[in-house]
């Protein structure tokens, strides 16, 4: 198993908890996102994932994209321990949690979009940081409330044991952390976030880990 990764990359450390949390043996490959143009774009790594973003996870000939794609094969193919378990209804709470950073908060928050503003807008990196923490507070605040109000969080985001929906917080909250984004009003995130990075796999999968870390 081969994962394709940057080691700041949300998406890509969603998944690296993941395979942890599975205990499954992956070998990094390391595409920096801002080196020579973005590595992204190169025409071999294109080949494997038409959309120049990480993760890419390659699995016994099988290439997958997109992270929350990813981990659901991942749950599929190796269900235990389960991340996303319980009834039809608690599968549909932890993937709207994840959704809510995937698809809400992420997608207007990346790389791309960032150079974007600045490259078509000039907005400065204070304007940038602006502009990324008001979608990290707006997205954080209702997962906050989302947490918070159902009684079937527990010890993380559903019950007691991780998740698909803790494997896309830690990572928001880390890049919440490393753009200076306010945390006020958090506090089950927060809560939550502390059990997980207790956990050797959210540990091993934390970008200060990763053999590109800088």
């Not at 791309?112 to 078509?120: A, D, G, N, P, Y």
Request: hydrophobic fraction near 40%.
């Amino acid at each position: 198993m081969k994962l394709y990764t940057y080691f700041r990359s949300s998406a890509a450390y969603r998944v690296r908890i993941a395979l942890h949390l599975k205990g499954l043996a992956f070998d990094s490959v390391p595409v920096h996102l801002l080196r020579e143009g973005g590595q992204q774009h190169a025409a071999a790594y294109a080949a494997l994932n038409p959309n120049e973003t990480v993760p890419t996870l390659e699995d016994d000939g099988q290439i997958l994209n997109q992270s929350l794609a990813i981990i659901e094969y991942l749950d599929e193919t190796h269900p235990s321990p389960p991340l996303l378990p319980g009834s039809a209804a608690d599968r549909a709470r932890m993937r709207a949690i994840a959704q809510t950073i995937a698809s809400d908060i992420h997608p207007i928050n990346n790389l791309r979009v960032l150079q974007h503003l600045t490259r078509s807008f000039d907005l400065n990196e204070a304007q940038k940081s602006a502009w990324y923490c008001h979608w990290v507070d707006r997205g954080l605040q209702t997962v906050e409330k989302m947490l918070a109000r159902d009684p079937r969080t527990g010890r993380f985001c559903h019950g007691d044991a991780p998740t698909l929906a803790d494997c896309c917080l830690v990572p928001q909250v880390f890049n919440a952390r490393r753009f200076g984004c306010s945390l006020t009003g958090l506090s089950t995130v927060l809560r939550i976030c502390a059990e997980c990075e207790e956990l050797e796999a959210f540990r091993r999968a934390a970008p200060q880990h990763q053999p590109d870390a800088e």
